[in-house]
């Protein structure tokens, strides 16, 4: 197993940035990509970007290119996700994901296996 802990989230104002870290424990060994979503009230769970674990490569959705950037420290088994230019829009619960098989799709939910508990980013304008 993986377990998954989210921190950084809180306030920011409209333009502002946060930081959020991801730390991972267990079978870290297992994990092939790691990923961030985001979860809106009544809306659903959709992909803001991944990254490699290995490799290091990242994607990104459109709306988070050019202003969010994710990061990976391999020796404390830590993702972030730097998030500047914070938009209203932005505002939901963030999670963090980790995907064991390398063929799951790295945008979709169900690409991944292990999920933090979320963490709260309310961006005000």
């Known amino acids: 197993q993986v377990q998954l802990v989210e921190s950084g989230g809180g306030l920011a104002q409209a333009g502002g940035s946060l930081r959020l870290s991801c730390a991972a424990s267990g079978r870290t060994f297992n994990i092939i990509k790691m990923g961030w979503f985001r979860q809106a009230p009544g809306k659903e769970r959709e992909f803001v970007g991944a990254?490699?674990?290995?490799?290091?490569?990242?994607y990104y959705t459109d709306s988070a290119k050019g202003r969010f950037t994710i990061s990976r420290d391999n020796a404390k088994n830590t993702v972030y996700l730097q998030m500047n230019s914070l938009k209203p829009e932005d505002t939901a619960v963030y999670y963090c994901?980790?995907?064991?098989?390398?063929?799951?799709?790295?945008?979709?939910?169900?690409?991944?296996?292990?999920w933090g508990q979320g963490t709260q980013v309310t961006v005000s304008s």
């Open positions: 994901a980790a995907g064991v098989r390398i063929w799951d799709p790295f945008s979709l939910p169900r690409g991944y296996d292990h």
């Open positions: 990254i490699g674990w290995s490799s290091g490569n990242t």
